[in-house]
């Protein structure tokens, strides 16, 4: 039997190929089946910190070990970035020590950087390293770099606007044109789609008036704009 380029190629060894890669598949198969086992755990965890559910610091780590866990078997770039968000939400309880503070913050850059590398339009990956280089103290240029990141990879992500602006305005008196630029698209996404997610921050950060200005110079928003006016 000859190939294309005019190698013979016998039977036994078509069949050779044939066969390691029908192993190769069985043993794809059965590690990322072992994977998922370990993911359980973890999917509760992450289920609750999306819904906004109370977590514990011993829940956290048990869906820290369960994505750590899965890795083992199979790596992902979703467990990479779970890993991130547990590790980052770790270093915020303020139960922690300053050591194990700073290893958690540590994890937390090594997971949404791993996650990068396979996914480098992530917005989820790149808001959450915004956030992680931010509380290690990275330069002010380093972290306005992945903020804008996080923005220009998903402008309309809705599940990020609210976490984009609270970052934005926290830290708008030392952003560049360029960002407050972006800032303030963020603002009027979230105005549109989650008005009161948005007052509930302002009022947590207490700037209400300085949007309620804002919103009333762009127009279009004016049930949201008296609202922030009682």
């Not at 603002?187 to 549109?192: N, P």
Request: charged letters at 20%; aromatic letters at 6%.
């Amino acid at each position: 039997m000859h190939g294309k380029l005019g190698i013979r190629l016998s039977g036994t060894g078509v069949l050779g190929v044939v066969s390691a890669s029908g192993v190769a598949l069985v043993c794809y198969f059965i590690l990322s089946f072992l994977a998922a086992v370990e993911d359980l755990p973890g999917d509760r965890t992450m289920r609750d910190l999306h819904d906004a559910a109370p977590v514990s610091v011993s829940g956290l780590q048990a869906g820290l070990r369960s994505r750590e866990n899965g890795n083992q078997w199979a790596l992902s770039p979703r467990r990479n970035l779970d890993i991130g968000v547990l590790s980052l939400e770790l270093a915020r309880r303020g139960s922690v020590g300053q050591r194990e503070q700073s290893a958690n913050l540590q994890a937390a850059r090594d997971g949404f950087t791993a996650a990068l590398r396979a996914t480098p339009l992530s917005a989820f990956a790149w808001n959450g390293l915004t956030f992680t280089e931010t509380a290690l103290g990275a330069p002010r240029e380093r972290v306005e770099q992945l903020f804008q990141m996080s923005i220009i990879n998903a402008p309309v992500e809705e599940r990020l606007g609210i976490p984009r602006v609270a970052f934005g305005l926290r830290n708008e008196n030392w952003l560049t044109h360029e960002t407050r630029n972006l800032l303030r698209r963020q603002i009027r996404l979230a105005a549109s789609i989650t008005p009161d997610d948005l007052v509930t921050l302002l009022d947590h950060i207490n700037r209400r008036d300085q949007i309620a200005d804002y919103l009333s110079s762009i127009g279009g928003h004016d049930e949201l704009f008296h609202k922030l006016q009682k």
